[in-house]
């Protein structure tokens, strides 16, 4: 399988000068293409009934590796990529790993919360960490990994490197202002390759710093720089799994099914719309949105304009821009990469994207909007413990509402994401219902466990020493 930059340009990341070789382990570490543009497959490759059949009853694992297979192509043997997966998810808290519940008639949730740091993001981040190792082990190489976190998406990252062979990361959070329970989740992973730093700023401060470390050229070749970010196209393959494990156990091929997604970068609903453009037969997809829900407004009014991020009940969906959905635009747009390219830098100059009336009909016959404000979140949650003792995270109650207002119909289940732990977001949970999820008891200990961060001024030069002393250390 060859990849493609939905900007067109030809980037040629590994051979310099010979016919560009993009496959996918060149696209897992290079991330964003040199155009700035997302890697998209060549082709997209296609399931027959029989070929979804043949996937029914096979562990979790073992239908990742094979859902996976046609992306990966020849960059990893099959056995080496199924070693892969059954290792990442082997340390899920959930023998299903991602356990179908049934909330009402008709009306599904897949829990995608069973790994370590609860949310569903361990889903491709686990694999990640595991398919880097296996790439840089081949090519006798090894990338420091920096990103900068506000809360949830560090925590993910952490986990799937520590103990990596060939991965340094180092993540930044603004010191004093996420949860304990955020914090801790990265600071008490003690591996050696893993560092933390508490910085004397905001998040936005953090994320300057990573981005002034990417655009100091002579610290990001010393330490190989790298990062593992949503846009990363692997992160997008190793999420399609779970749609065909649900929709298999709900009858596909031989029966459709939907499927509603409480959505912030794209990248989770993107990998529905994947699946179905592979062959699974996907009725519906809904896109959920808290009251940042730019999504939403573009498929009910064709505006896509940007506004400023409000913190919501859901922080995990605070976006303002869907950096995935670029990808989507690119298939819009007939695979268009100039189009793509002059859309995407006038929506960044003006704030405001609306495409030709056809595009803007199409996309509709391909996702519903949905939006949920706090209230009706809560609402939502509330609800739901009443009519059947579920606890749902307020993310996952987005999805869950989405699903019941936008139903199928003709008999088609509805599958809703359900993307985090309800013990992540205690309060909110209890303010609802009344009850304070725990944590599960293999992290029933995570405030008792030793702590491990540096807390350091809002200065380059001081996160650039740190990056330093992490990667020396492991690097001798
Ligand atoms: C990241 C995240 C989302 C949003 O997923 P996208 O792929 O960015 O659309 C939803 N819920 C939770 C809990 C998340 O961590």
New binding site residues.
Partial sequence: MRYISTRGHSPDISTRGQAPARDFADVLLAGLAEDGGLFMPETWPHFSPADWRALRGLPYADVAARVMQPFVGGAIPFEVLQGICRDAYAGFGHPAVAPLVQLETGLFTQEL?HGPTL???DMAMQVLGRLFDHVLAQRDKRVTIVGATSG??GS?AIEACAGRDRVDIMILHPHGRTSEVQRRQMTTVLAPNVGNIAVQGTFDDCQDLVKALFADAGFRDEVRLSAVN?INWARIAA?IPYYVASALALGAPDREVAFS??????????AAWVARRMGLPVARLVVGSNRNDILARFLAANDMSMQPVEPSL?P??D?QV?S?FERLLFELLDRDADLTRQTMLDFRRTGRMTVAAPVWHHARTLFHGFRLDDPGTEAEIRRLHAACGYLA?P??AVGIAAARALPAGGGVPTVAMA??HPA?FPDAMEIATGHRPALPPRMADLFGREERFSVLPNDLGAIEAAVRALVGRNRV
């Fill in positions: 919360f949310a569903f993001k949830d998406t993910a949503s999420q997604v409480p959505t912030g970068n794209f990248g989770n609903v993107l859901s995990s969906m976006i869907s995935n995270d993310h996952s993307t985090a992540k």
